[in-house]
């Protein structure tokens, strides 16, 4: 029987747009359910010291042109966004209060396609009401500023930490870690066993 497939991630993170794609390839060969778990990157980083790979030019330059050979080997549309870092926070929210609900993945859709598809800055209140709207999802704004949202995701933010997290995307199968998009064929594995 295929085992879950944890994924802790940030819509900010182009290379957790890259998986959330590529893990539903990965599902529906495995049949592994995949179980989404949002997480803000920037309580990641605080919490553990980190920061964005892109803080350092050349690293940044590299990591553009590896996602795009990434995004092109797999089919996936890739828009770097300009505004990048974008604030996540808002978007973090809606998706934590939407964690046990049908609508879950059309939201996360609509929220990556913001970002990494039609390179919006998504920190932008009206730009994040269009986005939801134009995916028919305008009713989820509200949890922005919910408190049940907001504690979720912190809760998940602390735990992700607890368990070693230092960066998005995050992937565990069965208690292994994996970081990164470009693991997702040892996931893939670990799901299979």
């Known amino acids: 029987m295929p085992q879950t497939i944890e994924f802790l991630f940030d819509v900010g993170s182009p290379t957790a747009y890259l998986a959330w794609h590529r893990l539903k390839f990965i599902a529906a060969r495995t049949g592994a359910p995949v179980q989404p778990v949002p997480i803000l990157l920037g309580g990641i980083f605080k919490a553990t010291g980190g920061s964005p ?9 590299w990591m ?7 995004a092109a080997r797999d089919g996936i ?12 926070l808002a978007m973090m929210r809606i998706l934590a209060g939407l ?5 879950f993945a059309a939201v996360a859709d609509a929220l990556f396609a913001g970002m990494w598809l039609h390179a919006r800055n998504m920190a932008e209140p009206d730009l994040l ?50 970081f990164g998009q470009d693991r997702l064929d040892w996931v893939e594995a670990a ?3």
């Open 53 to 61: 790979p892109g803080t350092v030019a050349a690293k940044g330059r």
């Open 64 to 70: 553009n042109e590896d996602m795009a050979r990434w």
């Open 77 to 88: 549309t890739l828009a770097m966004n300009p505004h990048f870092p974008v604030n996540t």
């Open 99 to 103: 964690e046990d609900d049908a609508r």
């Open 129 to 178: 009401a269009a986005t939801l709207a134009e995916a028919g999802h305008q009713d989820v704004l509200a949890l922005a500023q919910d408190p049940a949202a907001k504690a979720r995701l912190i809760a998940n933010t602390e735990a992700a930490v607890a368990r070693g997290v230092f960066g998005a995307p995050t992937i565990f199968v069965g208690g292994e870690m994996h």
């Open 191 to 193: 799901a299979s066993r």
